[in-house]
């Protein structure tokens, strides 16, 4: 009963350094989707995945870019990290569209210096 | 545009004391709406979601919700508040059928012994 799996759960980069943060569900849900939390903010979409083979724009998707690589999993990449994209990183899925709710992993703290 | 406005960051209550954390919305179009917890260093959870029919909504550990349409408001109350409901809430609306849930910026309850 892992649910959604994030991974790293902790990571520093530099600024201009890449990365790929990691997401997997085990609940055969369709959508999947990345947020981001900022203190005062609530949680902001960044990119989401109605289903395997479809992403789309979120409220806050310059300097990230996705992939849906299988039903399972939904990747985030940082191309080139900046101190504005210090953040937690959340990851959920769903089994269709909202009216189910959300799973949430359990979150990636990036610190870009 | 949808948006969600909690109107309390933080609120402070005594255990075993009710306690109302309050949610109003803006949507032009039909919604279903979710209030969600997150306890320290955890992803967030579902803690009960409004769809259609009753107005009010309850979760298997005391808390409900009421929809009320004219107000656009959604708040999540319980009558007696133990220490461990201490955690962030967050309330959040999508459109019905949609993919892009907004979340409200989160109230931190603090249940003081």
């Known amino acids: 009963n892992a649910g959604v799996t994030q991974t790293p759960k902790f990571q520093v980069l530099k600024t201009g350094q890449s990365m790929t943060l990691q997401c997997a569900q085990d609940m055969n849900h369709n959508s999947m989707y990345w947020y981001r939390q900022d203190p005062g903010m609530g949680l902001r979409l960044i990119y989401y995945?109605?289903?395997?083979?479809?992403?789309d724009k979120g409220e806050v998707p310059n300097g990230y870019n996705v992939s849906r690589l299988n039903k399972r999993e939904f990747s985030l990449r940082l191309e080139s990290a900046a101190p504005s994209q210090t953040s937690v990183y959340f990851c959920?899925?769903?089994?269709?569209?909202?009216?189910?709710?959300?799973?949430f992993g359990s979150g990636t703290r990036l610190t870009v210096v | 545009a949808q948006s969600v406005t909690q109107l309390d960051s933080q609120v402070p209550v005594f255990e075993e004391a009710p306690v109302e954390l309050r949610c109003n919305y803006s949507?032009?179009?039909?919604?279903?709406l979710f209030w969600y917890v997150q306890y320290p260093n955890q992803g967030l959870q579902l803690l009960l979601k409004?769809?259609?029919?009753?107005?009010l909504v309850k979760s298997i550990n005391g808390f409900e919700a009421e929809f009320n349409k004219s107000q656009t408001s959604f708040h999540l109350r319980k009558p007696s508040v133990h220490i461990s409901d201490t955690a962030e809430y967050f309330c959040?609306?999508?459109?019905?059928?949609?993919?892009?849930?907004?979340f409200g910026a989160g109230t931190r309850l603090f249940v003081k012994a």
């Open positions: 409004y769809l259609s029919g009753s107005t």
């Open positions: 959040a609306v999508s459109d019905t059928g949609g993919f892009k849930t907004i």
């Open positions: 959920a899925s769903s089994e269709l569209a909202d009216s189910y709710g959300y799973t």
């Open positions: 949507s032009s179009v039909s919604v279903y």
């Open positions: 995945s109605a289903s395997e083979g479809t992403t």
